[in-house]
């Protein structure tokens, strides 16, 4: 994946090991955690952990498999702008909490 990618899923809240389970799943197209664990040949709870976050930011789906395992499935990078629009309404409504915390103090007028 190029910078802008990076930039995107560090934008949206995702680590280095949440864009190489990303990359490996897209790259398979549907996998389990256990063959995306051997994908990235990073450790399962690694894995497992990144998929979470995948799901939760919205570039990942699931599915059922034989009614056990779940198939993830990594969807185009081009849903990351979603992931994107929702963190800046976040942080838009964050930064006006921040402004109704701030109440500006009446300056005292020095007289020299």
Do not use: W
Request: glycine share 6%; charged share 20%.
């Amino acid at each position: 994946m190029n910078d802008i990618y990076n930039t995107a899923f560090t934008a949206v809240g995702l680590t280095a090991s949440d864009q190489k389970v990303y990359k490996s799943g897209l790259e398979s197209g549907t996998a389990t955690s256990a063959q995306l664990t051997k994908l990235c040949r990073l450790p399962r709870p690694t894995v497992m952990a990144a998929l979470h976050r995948l799901v939760a930011v919205g570039i990942c789906t699931t599915a059922k498999k034989d009614g056990r395992s779940l198939l993830y499935q990594m969807l185009p990078p081009a849903f990351l702008k979603a992931a994107l629009g929702t963190r800046m309404r976040e942080l838009d409504v964050l930064a006006d909490e921040l402004d109704a915390l701030y109440e500006p103090r009446a300056q005292k007028t020095a007289i020299f």
